[in-house]
Structure formats: structure tokens, C-alpha cells
């Protein structure tokens, strides 16, 4: 049974879209027969292959359910019971994960405020401090996300400097790859030269908001970086039995260009968006749409109305500013449809 109508698309969230066809034919394809539980199967033995394939020899993954688990597993694996994490104040992990890092991970966040959602090696300082003083938690680990919260974009240059910089000061990097694949189609790089290259230690790699059912993964880039995350991921509850559907989703989405054709396409529909409505008056876009994300501010009675005909979120009430996302399945039509909307209920006539 349909409960809902599938033509509907709104702009609230990239894991508001279903599943990529290839993606669900993978699944069907793994489901016949038996195979050995708890990642002891082929899919997720294969998967190792093609994980060290993007992002280099010494790479390792373990398949989890969510995002969220995937950054406390990484954190938690990343630092001793008295040591502590530096981020920007807009993080996932400070702001949207329910304070899953300090109530399941018991991870001390020390957050820095950025002017776009990402550190630089100065903003890192702001926290790098108090080494050795017993009363203060100790900084081991720099997070960062690409693409950031705010929608914005590291370049490999940008993440080099604050693996040196946090490298030098004995602390480790994380890299929040929610929307990693994002990243890398909007500068036309490969996976590995905003992770392994840039030097990154460990990452969480998004695979839900590009196209997956379900999965995500901890993916250990530097050995020396984590230990336990088998052990961790478990007493965390994220050590999945029926494992090879979450693998053969992950085949699917990195043996070919599934990643990239995605994520090029939700960029380029995040671009669209920007571009017709930048010009109508009364909407400003206060942000660069650098990937599949275009904040705006907009009247309030303008949001309300649109709101009632399409989902998506107010960012932050105070300003008016609203975020709207795009997602592998959005459509021209779709953008276009919104962007009339848009203008409509700012009373532009068409031109
Ligand atoms: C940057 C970032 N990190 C992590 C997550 C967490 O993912 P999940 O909702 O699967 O726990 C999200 C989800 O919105 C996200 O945007």
C-alpha cells in the first residue's frame, strides 16, 4: 500500500529522498540464500576493497546505521576518557545530535564560533590550550564536517592546514562526511584528497543523505588513530547482524560513479535553486551555495505560506533565514516549480 504521494518533493532535508534504484537493487540482489551475520559475510568483506580503493591502502570501515553513530563511534574511539573535542559551535555534533557525543560517547565538546561553519588552524587555537593542566579536559581531537552545516565547502588546501596545524600540537583530526561525496563532486576532486591526503585520521562517511536506505560508516584513514572501534561499535548498539544489506548498498554506491552522478546532480539543483531566486526581491541568499544547500532569508509571512506548500526548515527564527536543501531525486521541475512558489508568494508577477 501507498500512503503517501510520491510526486511530492520538498526541499527540507537530502534524507528526505527514498532510495536510489540501484541502490535498492543492490539490496534485493543480497538477499537470497544465508549468509553469515554480524559482517562476516562477503558484501562487507568486499567493501574493504573497495573503502582502501577511495581512500587509500591503510583504510578501514565498519558499517553503521546512522550518522550521528558514526561521529560518537569515531570520537569516542579517537579519545581517552579525559580528553575532549574541538569544533565549531554550528557542528552536528554540538547542535543536532541530541547530546548524543557527551550522554552516549561521555566526549567533552569544546566549541569555537566561525563566521561560515569552518575552523581554520587560528579558530582551532581558540581551544588548543591548557595541555597538561589537570582541570581542564584535554584537547585530542580537531571535527570538522565537509560539507559544513552552514553549506559550505573545505577545500583540500583548507583541511591540510588544519591537519598540520592540529597534528603539530599532538592532536588528531575528524572529519564529519555526512555530505562528503557532496564535497568532493562540487570541487571536482576524488574522496581521498579531501580525507587521506589532506591528512585526516578518521571519518564519518555519509551514505543515506546521498542515495542509501540506511548506512553510514566509521572510516579509520590513519590506524594509529582509533582504537576498539569493533568493540565500541557494538556496546554502542550500531554492530548490525544482517550486515550485508548495509555493505551491498555501500558496493553500490562506490564500485561505480553512483557517488559522484548524485552528488553532481544535487549540487547542481542546489545551484539552480540559488540562482532563481537570488534576484527577487524581498529574498536575499546570505550564504555561498557551494553544494546542495541554499539558505535565504525571506518575510515571515512569506515562509508561513510556503511552508503549507512545500516542507523545509526555518534555520533561525530571529533572522528569517531559511534553509533549503537538494537532494539526488530533486528534479529541474521540481526547483523550478519551488522557485515559482517562491516569487508567487512574494506577489513578483512573472516576467
Ligand atoms: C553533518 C551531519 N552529520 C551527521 C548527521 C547525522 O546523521 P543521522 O541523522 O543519520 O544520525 C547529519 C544528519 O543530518 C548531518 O547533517
Partial sequence: ???????????????????????????????????????????????????????????????VFNGTAANVISLRAMTAQWEAVICPETAHINTDEGGAPEVAGGIKLLTVPTPDGKLTPELVDRQAWGFGDVHRAQPKVVSISNTTELGTVYTPGEIAAICAHAHERG?????????????????????RALTTDAGVDVLSFGGTKIGLLYGEAVVVLNPEAATGVDYIRKTFMQLSSKMRFVSAQFE???????????????????????????????????????????????????????????????????????RWMCAWDTTEADVDAFAAAVAEELGVQPS
Avoid: C
Avoid at 175 to 191: E, K, W, Y
Avoid at 292 to 317: C, G, M, S
Fill in 1 to 63: 500500500m501507498i500512503r503517501h504521494d510520491p510526486r511530492l518533493k520538498g526541499f527540507a532535508s537530502d534524507n528526505y529522498a527514498g532510495v536510489h534504484p540501484e541502490i535498492l537493487q543492490a539490496i534485493a540482489d543480497a538477499n537470497g540464500g544465508h549468509q553469515i551475520s554480524y559482517g562476516d559475510d562477503v558484501y562487507t568483506e568486499a567493501l574493504q576493497d573497495i573503502f582502501r580503493r577511495h581512500f587509500g591502502d591503510r583504510a578501514r570501515a565498519w558499517p
Fill in 252 to 322: 553500490a554506491l562506490l564500485s561505480g560513479d553512483l557517488w559522484l552522478r548524485n552528488a553532481r546532480h544535487a549540487n547542481a539543483m542546489g545551484r539552480r535553486l540559488a540562482e532563481a531566486v537570488r534576484d527577487l526581491p524581498g529574498v536575499e541568499v546570505p550564504r555561498p551555495v557551494e553544494a546542495n544547500a541554499v539558505f535565504a532569508v525571506l518575510p515571515a509571512d512569506v515562509t508561513q505560506r510556503l511552508q503549507k506548500r512545500f516542507r523545509f526548515y526555518t534555520w533561525n527564527e530571529a533572522t528569517g533565514e531559511v
Fill in 171 to 191: 592532536l588528531l583530526v575528524h572529519l564529519d562526511g555526512s555530505r562528503l561525496t557532496n564535497a568532493a563532486a562540487a570541487l571536482d576532486v576524488p574522496l
